[in-house]
C-alpha cells in the first residue's frame, strides 16, 4: 500500500505571496491532519479534514487554511507569507473512524520565506 | 504547564546501554499515548502506542504508562548506532486526529 505523498517536497517563496500544499493519504483513509514543524515551536497542529469537513482545528491565524476533496487528497493555503511560515510543513492520515488509531505522516513539504 | 513536556535531552549514551526518555502530560484524562521516531530531514514514524497502565514491550522498545503520576516513558534496550534520532512523545488532545506533540529528546547512541 502506497504511503502519504505531499508535494511539492521544497518550496521557495518571499513574504506576502500565498503557498499551496498537497497531501495525498493512504488509501482508504478518510482523515488528513496538517502540522507545522519548527525548530523553536516543534510539531503543531494546524488543522484535520474528514469526509470533506473541517473537523478539528489549532490555533493558527486565518492565512492559514485547507480543504479536502471527495478522493479525500488535501490541500492547505497559506496566503500572505511571513518569515515565521518557514517550517517543514506534515501531513498525517488516518481512517478518521476508530478510537486511539494511528496516525501516518508524508514526507513533509519544507517551505523557505525569503 | 504545557500539556506535553519533554525535558530532558539532549541524551547521549553508549552503544549496548538502555536509553531512557520521558514525557510529562497534564490532562488527566488523557487515555493514549504514542511515540513518534523522526530521524533528521525525515517526518516522524510511530514507534508504539500505549493506553494501559504499566509497560509494552515490542522488542527493544518498551512504553511505560503511570497514569497516577501522569508521565510515559520510553525505554530503548541495546541502544543501537541507528537509534539516534529524535524522539517525539504525542498525545490526543480534544478529538482523535489532533496529537499534541512534545518538543522531542535527541538521542545520540556512540559506538
Given at each position: 500500500k502506497a504511503g502519504v505523498t505531499q508535494t511539492p517536497r521544497y518550496l521557495i517563496k518571499t513574504r506576502g505571496q500565498q503557498v499551496t500544499l498537497s497531501c495525498s493519504p493512504i488509501s482508504g483513509h478518510r482523515s488528513v491532519s496538517w502540522y507545522q514543524q519548527t525548530p523553536g515551536q516543534g510539531l503543531q497542529f494546524l488543522f484535520e479534514y474528514f469526509s470533506e469537513t473541517q473537523r478539528n482545528k489549532g490555533n493558527f491565524p486565518g492565512r492559514f487554511s485547507g480543504r479536502q476533496f471527495s478522493n479525500s487528497r488535501s490541500e492547505m493555503n497559506v496566503s500572505?507569507?511571513?518569515?515565521?511560515?518557514s517550517a517543514l510543513y506534515l501531513c498525517a492520515s488516518s481512517?478518521?473512524?476508530?478510537?486511539?488509531e494511528t496516525q501516518y505522516f508524508g514526507p513533509g513539504t519544507r517551505l523557505l520565506v525569503l | 504547564q504545557k500539556e506535553v513536556e519533554q525535558n530532558s535531552g539532549p541524551l547521549s549514551v553508549p552503544e549496548g546501554a538502555i536509553a531512557s526518555l520521558n514525557c510529562t502530560y497534564?490532562?488527566?484524562?488523557?487515555q493514549s499515548f504514542f511515540w513518534y521516531r523522526q530521524y533528521s530531514g525525515k517526518s516522524p514514524e510511530l514507534i508504539m502506542f500505549i493506553y494501559s497502565n504499566g509497560d509494552k514491550e515490542d522488542g527493544r522498545f518498551t512504553a511505560q504508562l503511570n497514569k497516577a503520576s501522569q508521565y510515559v516513558s520510553l525505554l530503548i534496550r541495546d541502544s543501537q548506532p541507528s537509534d539516534s534520532a529524535t524522539y517525539l512523545c504525542a498525545v490526543p488532545t480534544g478529538a482523535n486526529s489532533k496529537l499534541t506533540f512534545g518538543k522531542g529528546i535527541t538521542l545520540s547512541v556512540r559506538p
Open positions: 500572505t507569507l511571513e518569515l515565521g511560515d481512517l478518521g473512524t476508530v478510537k486511539l | 497534564s490532562d488527566r484524562g488523557s
